[in-house]
């Protein structure tokens, strides 16, 4: 596969000579202590292009070996995490692919498109298992613990109100059925459901949308349990929401410039982080007490400016301190798409640029001192 880029210089260079000449300077923030510090680390990243249209969503397999891609392009697409290597894409979507999610072991994915379907494949031959159709956009998946379940929200459309559906996912293919176990409709009817994850244990789903509000509700009898307080909440549309490994708490965004960090059971506010641009895509590292937000001005604001005007680039924060500890650049668009490597030691971003960009931390990253 050939890549090409044009950098500043107008030249044409090849996805090699982009790893070889284009490095991504991570640079920490002065961090004010017992005095003053500041660290420098150099990663060069991976430039992957596969995507003819802007990315929406990245997922790395629970062994960290793969990464899942979706894009505007109707094709998810699936890389070597370690080196970047295309492995193939899953054809069959006729809409923007908004979403996706893996298998604990790997052998499933499920992609959620606005062609109003989700649909299941087989990760290894990329055959389609099975679709299951709604009304209107599938905009968010999430495979449950055990991957018996699956939440799926779908968007407002004539009529149709944005809803939260629960599937049951059947071990064999030819067993699964399309009705849904359980459907949650939302208060505001009108306003997009971004995104929607199981709690612990799948006794909950949290979700978190356009109207700004974070909601619990109970998988059993549908009950909404807990939403998030107005003076705390987010002021704006919720665009993105990550869980931490062990679920005791998540972290959101928002086109308010913040990105919150609450606990999973009680929805009690832990930590609050301050950006400049709307945030668009979080994640939260594995390994580190870091958190990382994408976003950046929106696209059609800044079609006339270059990159370093949109603030293209990830920021890394301290998740105990809420202090910004570093920025990594590299992308000429706003950053749809953040996520971490289970093992802590990569991260990957995607932009509106069509770019997944894989940057594998050097040793300094790991001994940061605040």
């Not at 006794?203 to 807990?226: A, N, Y």
């Amino acid at each position: 596969m050939t890549m090409e880029c044009v950098n500043p210089e107008g030249l044409r260079l090849d996805a090699r000579q982009l790893c070889m000449h284009i490095s991504c300077m991570l640079n920490l923030a002065q961090i004010q202590n017992s005095s003053h510090q500041t660290l420098e680390t150099r990663m060069t990243p991976i430039l992957m292009k596969g995507h003819e249209r802007p990315l929406t969503f990245l997922r790395y397999n629970r062994d960290g070996d793969l990464l899942f891609s979706c894009a505007k392009d109707h094709t998810p697409t699936l890389w070597l995490a370690h080196n970047g290597e295309r492995l193939g894409t899953y054809r069959g979507h006729n809409g923007a692919v908004s979403c996706c999610d893996v298998s604990r072991d790997s052998s499933r994915l499920i992609t959620g498109s606005a062609d109003q379907t989700a649909k299941l494949w087989d990760v290894k031959s990329g055959k389609q298992l099975f679709t299951f159709n709604f009304g209107s956009s599938a905009r968010s998946v999430d495979f449950s613990v055990g991957d018996h379940l699956a939440v799926i929200t779908t968007d407002h459309f004539m009529g149709v109100s944005s809803a939260i559906h629960v599937k049951r996912i059947a071990e064999d293919p030819q067993d699964q059925v399309g009705d849904s176990v359980l459907v949650l409709q939302s208060p505001d009817g009108k306003k997009k459901i971004n995104r929607a994850v199981w709690g612990p244990l799948n006794q909950t789903i949290v979700s978190g949308g356009e109207d700004t509000v974070i909601r619990i509700w109970d998988t059993e009898t549908g009950k909404l349990l807990k939403q998030s307080d107005v003076e705390v909440g987010h002021k704006e549309a919720i665009t993105s929401l990550c869980k931490a490994a062990d679920d005791s708490h998540f972290l959101t965004g928002s086109h308010d410039k913040t990105a919150k960090l609450w606990d999973m059971r009680s929805l009690t506010l832990i930590k609050s982080y301050t950006t400049v641009v709307p945030v668009n895509a979080v994640a939260m590292s594995p390994l580190l007490n870091h958190v990382v937000l994408g976003g950046g001005q929106d696209a059609s604001a800044v079609t006339t400016t270059d990159h370093r005007a949109g603030k293209f680039e990830a920021k890394f924060y301290d998740t105990i301190l809420e202090e910004e500890i570093g920025g990594v650049k590299g992308h000429f668009g706003p950053i749809n798409a953040l996520a971490f490597n289970p093992d802590g030691k990569s991260f990957s971003s995607g932009g509106e640029d069509g770019y997944v960009r894989l940057h594998h931390f050097d040793s300094n990253y790991f001994n940061i001192k605040i």
